[in-house]
């Protein structure tokens, strides 16, 4: 199977996906009726967090999970597609999708908010770019976890670990703002974690543009460094012929 063919199955694998894409972007249509103060509502941050965070679980789920689960894995794994080349494909389908749904919702906020002039678009530009490097990001983790857990289960898996570590650094700074421990774990959520806090500030042009660039590049780092691991996990496993 060629690699247009694995991107265009990895685009199109599920019908629920596009009922996800068209409801996202729908989302963004009908919140504009609602008369958001312009100094409150700012778009760029929603498109952030809406699209670049949790768009990506949903269109990972089951990415590998389900081809593991059916037996269908151990067809796509035999020459001439090998395990690594398998896994840039899916990823490279899902990165596409990100891209270009990005794209729609960037143009349609922008339109609906010079038609209505409701909501804050400063910076859009820059809080796309943000939101699909942590997009990309997200999909390498979530790509890498469905190689190890049944079907659907690591987009689950993901939004709970996430909900988890954030009442716990809550929790933590609210509590313990001053501990050893407190300071060791902002720091493994910062630097190991899908750069959230990091992609914030850049699209917010907080920061001068060397620590911009290093923003971007530890994104594309840690994005390589799920994929790669993702891709070990998935040279090393063994799968059978035959559905669960």
């Given at each position: 199977?060629?690699?247009?063919?694995?991107?265009?199955?990895?685009?199109?694998?599920?019908?629920?996906?596009?009922?996800?894409?068209?409801?996202?972007?729908g989302t963004y249509a009908a919140i504009?009726?609602?008369?958001?103060?312009?100094?409150?509502?700012?778009?760029?941050?929603?498109?952030?967090?809406?699209?670049?965070?949790?768009?990506?679980?949903?269109?990972?789920?089951?990415?590998?999970?389900?081809?593991?689960?059916?037996?269908?894995?151990?067809?796509?794994v035999t020459k001439p597609i090998r395990p690594g080349h398998l896994y840039l494909y899916r990823w490279l389908g899902l990165s596409l999708q990100g891209a270009v749904h990005l794209s729609v919702a960037g143009a349609l906020?922008?339109?609906?908010?010079?038609?209505?002039?409701?909501?804050?678009?400063?910076?859009?530009?820059?809080?796309?770019?943000?939101?699909?490097?942590?997009?990309?990001?997200?999909v390498a983790l979530s790509t890498s976890l469905s190689v190890v857990v049944k079907r659907e289960h690591n987009a689950m898996l993901l939004v709970l670990?996430?909900?988890?570590?954030?009442?716990a650094l809550s929790l933590l700074v609210g509590f313990f703002p001053e501990s050893g421990g407190t300071k060791v774990f902002e720091g493994f959520v910062r630097w190991a974690c899908p750069p959230v806090e990091l992609l914030v500030e850049l699209a917010r042009t907080e920061q001068s543009l060397w620590e911009s660039l290093g923003d971007v590049g530890h994104s594309a780092m840690l994005t390589v460094f799920y994929g790669v691991?993702?891709?070990?996990?998935?040279?090393r496993r063994e799968y059978k012929r035959t559905g669960d």
């Open positions: 199977m060629k690699a247009y063919e694995l991107i265009m199955e990895t685009l199109l694998r599920k019908t629920f996906i596009r009922v996800i894409h068209m409801a996202w972007l504009f009726l609602i008369p958001w103060p312009p100094e409150l509502w700012n778009w760029g941050a929603f498109l952030f967090g809406w699209s670049g965070c949790l768009l990506p679980l949903l269109l990972s789920a089951g990415i590998f999970g389900d081809d593991i689960a059916s037996g269908r894995i151990s067809l796509l906020i922008f339109g609906l908010h010079r038609f209505t002039g409701r909501g804050n678009t400063e910076h859009l530009a820059i809080w796309l770019l943000a939101s699909w490097l942590v997009f990309n990001t997200w670990g996430a909900g988890i570590v954030a009442l691991l993702g891709i070990i996990l998935l040279g």
